[in-house]
């Protein structure tokens, strides 16, 4: 049994290291949770005009972010806030009025950083977003990772420490889910 978790990576950078640490969280979180990477890079920058008639990949992001059981936002840290590309996706998702697509999902809030304080200030600007679009984010524990070289390697999560902190929150996260949302349904 699996729970299908929509993840929104902040950064638009190929190499980004919030990408590489979401990338690493997925396989240290299977087989509980199932890491399914919605793309936000070729959305239009959110306009009102457009809602009439959605593009195509507001649409294809809308239908990924509805078929999902919960959703995990990760988060760089720029200029004390989180991205425009992030915040551009979360315009989309709660649009137009009444199609609220994260409406009701149970979420965290994660991201990871080269700076001494993790993303502090930008997963609290996040976290009041959040409810205000309706998403239900688990308030512990929260983490902010100051990101160092060593962390993952290979494509996992490879520090002891952190890798057991990490399982920590990914149990805390599954049954997160499972409280807001019941039996969780079999992969398919």
């Known amino acids: 049994m699996t729970t299908k978790v929509a993840v929104i990576v902040g950064s638009l ?7 590489l640490f979401a990338e690493a969280l997925g396989k240290l979180a299977r087989p509980k949770l ?16 457009l809602e009439g008639d959605l593009p ?16 995990l936002l990760v988060t760089p840290e720029f200029n004390r806030t989180f991205s425009a590309a992030l915040k551009n996706a979360i315009e989309w998702g709660s649009r137009p009025w009444g199609k609220n697509s994260w409406a009701g999902k149970p979420a965290a ?10 993303t502090a200030a ?3 600007q996040l976290r009041s977003v959040a409810g205000a679009i309706g998403l239900h984010v688990i308030a512990n524990p929260e983490i902010y990772i100051s990101f ?3 962390q993952v390697v290979n494509g996992e999560i490879a520090e002891g420490g952190l890798k057991q902190l990490l399982n920590g929150w990914v149990d805390g996260f599954s049954e997160w ?12």
């Open 148 to 150: 160092q070289e060593g």
């Open 177 to 188: 889910i499972g409280r807001l949302t019941g039996p969780v349904r079999a992969a398919a």
């Open 56 to 71: 195509a990949p507001v649409q294809r992001f809308k239908r990924e972010i509805e078929a999902a059981d919960a959703v």
């Open 109 to 118: 809030i994660i991201g990871a950083t080269l700076g001494a304080v993790g």
């Open 34 to 49: 199932q890491f399914h990477f919605v793309e936000i890079g070729d959305l239009p920058l959110y306009n009102q005009d």
């Open 122 to 124: 930008a997963q609290s």
């Open 13 to 19: 950078r190929k190499d980004s290291v919030n990408r």
